[in-house]
């Protein structure tokens, strides 16, 4: 590609629709976070003014359920000393950037995110137009990298600061670009492994790799006069072997204690998350996570070596848990047990940094189970994230999978429901068990467009028991989190009501397929069927009220305005919560 080609979709018509795009988000979201009041104008538009009162934006929108704004982006306009000016995100963060709380440190990194999104937009009208119909049809990675919105509620989702176009257009999942992963041997010195159960370091790479490649990797460094036992040998993402451990961990390399293997065998597909990686060559072996030193969405997305030592250990607890509970295995969720993991500890930069620094998170892997080896006849893979897509023509995916499914709109709904939200009350009430179960998060499995079954992933680093006095394996313990009693029932409010319900219904609401009444309605009786079927959890009901007349408006958005570096303690998720004000719960006295 010349230097030319790989900037050929940033044309100057879909820079003004990605703006155009973006800004509606913008408007809509910040509106919904309280950032921004606007008022009501004339003809039933409404008119958002910028800090120094001099800027007009003026668009079209109907309010829903949760404050949902649905903007109307061709409505939009923007004016100033009486012209009419054109749309630009840039200008939008820079005229609202004390409304927003954009301080001179932040605002730069912001407007590089802001502008890598605009790019990927620009990127995604490129391709080719599918609608939700065929997309509803299409298999696992093709809906996969048919996502177009990336995580509904941020602004600017895909910053992914670090990679260059090229880069871009090589690991990006819309891009769909198959890549091949490169392979270390970390001394032991340095490095650790852990796996599950049933599980051998040997037996296992020998399972990944192959026997031919292994032997590869082996004679590469008995070429070298080293020996293979002395090693473990780590997958790495190609972007941080180039970007990052070549320098940063020059004196590594340079010692011997890391040793560049070269790329293995197999092909993988970057996933929504970025770091992860699907076989595209064998899609039963496992998916591959990756420590990747990239910015994006609030945080570095590095990978613990620390973390990674409990990893199985915690997949282990919880798989056994699940499989215990008659209540979970009824509603047929399973998890993504992450078997193994491996992590190189970097000796000074540990003595320079405290736990949270990105230093600490360059060069570790764990290995995940794909799904695709426990389908059955006639069942196939959606992200979840897909039921909030919409396609160029204003069509749902969630709509199309209810057409599909020749089932009532809100019988469908009832299936997915109790695939997934059945077992999140249930882990919340009988165990303060709780998941981060947000599209990119979860795996419907469907047949005929229904949903059968709900499978959950990213386990160890973003599950968390809130009991204080839980009885916990040793090794499991980290997962133990202080919330005060007020914030525990967030972790459903927010993360699946305001999170991602209130985009779905919206949606079909929009659509003329479900009424919101009907939506909040079934998701009541449903949470209605749980309470019924489990009377010995009636106290943990009365003390967590699912039908409170309102919970607390916690803000994604400000959290990333606030510190784009690292929005979020992970040991301690309720400490930085951002609140403002309440939501009125939608199923309340239903």
Request: glycine share 6%; proline share 5%; hydrophobic share 40%.
């Amino acid at each position: 590609m010349n230097l030319a080609d790989a900037v050929a979709h940033l044309s100057p018509e879909r820079w003004e629709q990605a703006n155009r795009l973006l800004i509606r988000k913008a408007l809509a979201e910040f509106a919904h976070e309280r950032l921004i009041t606007p008022e009501p104008g004339d003809d039933g538009h409404y008119v958002v003014l910028s800090d120094d009162r001099l800027t007009r934006y003026r668009f079209s929108a109907t309010l829903r359920a949760l404050d949902h704004w649905r903007i109307a982006p061709e409505s939009i306009t923007r004016h100033r000393d009486g012209a009419e000016l054109p749309l630009s995100a840039l200008d939008f963060f820079i005229e609202l950037r004390t409304s927003l709380g954009l301080s001179d440190e932040i605002l730069p990194v912001y407007l590089e995110e802001i502008s890598s999104t605009l790019s990927g937009t620009c990127y995604k009208l490129t391709k080719p137009e599918i609608t939700s119909a065929a997309l509803a049809r299409s298999g696992f990675q093709a809906i996969e990298t048919g996502m177009t919105e990336g995580h509904p509620c941020f602004v600017a989702n895909n910053g992914r600061l670090g990679f260059g176009i090229h880069e871009y257009l090589s690991y990006a999942p819309e891009t769909a670009s198959p890549l091949r992963l490169v392979w270390l041997a970390a001394h032991r010195s340095r490095a650790a492994f852990t796996a599950g159960v049933g599980l051998t370091y040997e037996s296992f790479l020998r399972q990944e790799l192959g026997a031919a490649t292994l032997a590869r990797f082996h004679r590469h460094l008995t070429d070298q006069g080293l020996d293979p036992a002395d090693y473990l040998l780590i997958p790495v993402h190609p972007w941080q072997w180039w970007n990052k451990l070549t320098v940063t961990f020059a004196a590594e390399v340079a010692r011997r204690h890391l040793v560049c293997l070269g790329e293995g065998d197999d092909e993988y597909l970057a996933q929504q998350s970025v770091r992860t990686f699907f076989n595209r060559d064998n899609p039963g072996k496992h998916y591959v996570k990756t420590a990747l030193s990239v910015l994006n969405m609030g945080f570095m997305r590095g990978l613990s070596a620390a973390y990674m030592e409990a990893t199985p250990a915690i997949n282990d607890w919880l798989h056994g848990l699940i499989e215990s509970d008659p209540v979970l295995r009824s509603t047929g969720l399973t998890i993504l047990r992450e078997r193994a993991a491996v992590g190189y500890r970097h000796p000074e930069y540990e003595a320079a940094t405290d736990r949270t620094s990105p230093y600490r998170k360059m060069l570790a892997a764990l290995w995940r189970e794909s799904p695709v080896a426990s389908l059955q006849e006639g069942e196939t893979l959606a992200t979840m994230a897909s039921l909030a897509h919409v396609d160029h023509e204003g069509a749902s995916f969630a709509g199309a999978l209810i057409e599909r499914s020749g089932l009532a709109p809100a019988e469908w709904l009832r299936h997915y429901l109790r695939a997934y939200l059945t077992p999140l009350l249930h882990c919340f009430y009988a165990y303060d068990l709780v998941f981060m179960p947000h599209g990119e998060n979860v795996i419907l499995v469907l047949q005929d467009g229904v949903v059968r079954r709900a499978v959950f992933k990213d386990i160890a680093e973003e599950i968390a028991v809130m009991d204080p006095d839980a009885v916990l394996p040793p090794e499991v313990a980290r997962i133990r989190v202080e919330v005060p009693e007020e914030h525990r029932l967030l972790s459903v409010f927010t993360d699946v009501f305001d999170c991602f319900f209130r985009f779905v219904a919206a949606n079909l609401a929009d659509e003329g397929i479900l009424e919101e009444e009907d939506f909040w309605r079934t998701v009541a009786e449903v949470v209605h069927e749980y309470q019924d079927a489990n009377p010995h959890l009636a106290e943990r009901f009365r003390r967590y009220d699912m039908f409170a007349p309102e919970f607390a408006l916690s803000c994604l958005n400000r959290l990333q305005l606030r510190d784009n570096r690292q929005m979020v303690d992970l040991t301690d998720p309720s400490g930085a919560l951002q609140l403002a004000g309440t939501l009125r719960n939608p199923i309340a006295g239903r």
